[in-house]
């Protein structure tokens, strides 16, 4: 059983930067490729950021390519969204996510271990 706890997330005005982050618990974290999905009211849960096991590869949603960065510890078993350019749409519940799977998906479903979220709010 994999205990996943974001932290980082607050307030910030249109154009500022946040970090999140990821720590894990419970299991072999090198197992696991990581996921950042987020979550708007009203809005279903979205995929942002995906990283494989090693930290090797890593798949960004259009909407954050060029702003938004994750990277991960293996030794700290950590991992990091750093979000830069942050825009008034990208205010939402940010959730990280663990897969033990190798195929790159974007498919909440697809992830055996969530947090419990951290809110982004982002003014204009």
């Known amino acids: 059983q994999v205990q996943l706890v974001e932290s980082g997330g607050g307030l910030v005005q249109a154009g500022g930067s946040l970090r999140l982050s990821c720590a894990a618990s419970?299991?072999?974290?090198?197992?696991?490729?990581m996921g950042w999905f987020r979550q708007a009211p009203g809005k279903e849960r979205e995929f942002v950021v995906r990283i494989s096991q090693s930290g090797g590869s890593t798949y960004y949603a259009d909407s954050v390519k060029g702003r938004f960065t994750i990277a991960r510890d293996n030794t700290k078993n950590t991992v990091h969204l750093q979000m830069n350019s942050l825009k008034p749409e990208d205010t939402a519940v940010y959730y990280c996510?663990?897969?033990?799977?190798?195929?790159?998906?974007?498919?909440?479903?697809?992830?055996?271990?969530w947090g419990q979220g951290t809110q982004v709010t982002v003014s204009s």
């Open positions: 996510a663990a897969d033990r799977g190798t195929v790159v998906t974007r498919q909440p479903r697809r992830y055996e271990y």
């Open positions: 419970g299991g072999t974290f090198s197992s696991y490729a």
